[in-house]
């Protein structure tokens, strides 16, 4: 099972910006996904990319976060623009059948 690791979460102010990355243990299948999970909430769909650039976004970020792959570094990343606190949540990376820890992200009002 591939593992996977997630960094670059921190607090930010309402309009900021955040970029958060993945590392996977080896290469991984042609589609990896961020989840994000809000105290008392449900783990809900953010992102995903599929091969080196098809993506699908939630509505609730669309246009404002974007994500990307580095095939060479075994990575997938999320560039968050625009950020509002209602994205404060436990971001996850997914792909396969593996989860990382998360990575939390906190924007204040």
């Known amino acids: 099972q591939v593992q996977l690791v997630e960094s670059g979460g921190g607090l930010v102010q309402a309009g900021g910006s955040l970029r958060l990355s993945c590392t996977a243990s080896r290469r991984t299948s042609n589609v990896m996904n961020w989840y994000r999970q809000a105290p008392g909430k449900e783990r809900e769909f953010v992102a995903r990319i599929r091969g080196s650039n098809l993506q699908y976004y939630s509505d609730a970020v669309r246009g404002r976060l974007t994500i990307s792959r580095d095939y060479a570094k075994n990575a997938v990343y999320l560039q968050m623009n625009s950020l509002k606190p209602e994205d404060t949540a436990i971001y996850y990376c997914?792909?396969?059948?593996?989860w990382g820890q998360g990575t939390q992200v906190t924007v204040s009002s």
């Open positions: 997914n792909t396969e059948s593996s």
